[in-house]
């Protein structure tokens, strides 16, 4: 495969939950177990637990050119009184990050995005999200997605 070319049955998901102390998100987990399950390669990158920031990212992205990457929004604030930390920010940086670096589709999911969709595909500058459970939906979209399939009929799909 050359470096221009994508896997069409690869994708990335990516945690985005850069907060202290680091929260395992299992949700991945699962959206990985479903994607496996149609058939694709699920690669799970925990930016809580890398090493480095962006370089686990960006080595990933030297070697792999996924269909589609699959960004959880946890959170849109730290639910913490005293700091009332917002996060999208944070997770903007992460999205622009990536869009230098491919022109893949960037979905976004998890709860904190499911809370407020639309707003977040604004401020973020995203036109993909999948809102409520993930698993399916996901799913359903990588495969019609690969397929050359109308993507957009997904259910559960924000556009």
């Known amino acids: 495969m050359t470096p221009l070319d ?3 049955k690869r994708v990335l998901l990516l945690n985005s939950n850069l907060m202290r102390p680091p929260v395992t998100p299992v949700a991945l987990d699962y959206l990985a177990s479903s994607l496996e ?18 370089g686990e ?9 996924p269909l589609a990457i699959g960004l959880t929004v946890r ?5 913490y009184y005293q700091s009332q930390d ?3 920010p944070r997770i903007g940086e992460i999205v622009h990050y990536i869009k230098q670096r491919t022109k893949r589709p960037i979905i976004l999911g998890g ?5 407020m969709p639309e707003r977040i595909l604004e401020f973020l500058d995203l036109d993909l999200g999948i809102w409520g459970d993930g698993e399916w939906a996901l799913s359903e979209f990588m495969l019609r ?13 924000i556009y």
């Not at 959170?75 to 639910?79: T, V």
């Open 111 to 115: 709860v904190g995005f499911s809370v």
């Open 6 to 8: 994508f896997d069409p």
């Open 75 to 79: 959170n849109s604030d730290d639910c």
């Open 145 to 157: 997605l690969s397929e050359g399939n109308e993507p957009y009929r997904s259910p559960g799909l």
């Open 37 to 54: 399950m149609q058939g694709f390669q699920a690669d799970i990158l925990d930016l809580c637990f890398a090493t480095s920031w962006p």
């Open 57 to 65: 990212l960006d080595q990933y992205l030297k070697n792999h050119l």
């Open 86 to 88: 917002f996060i999208i």
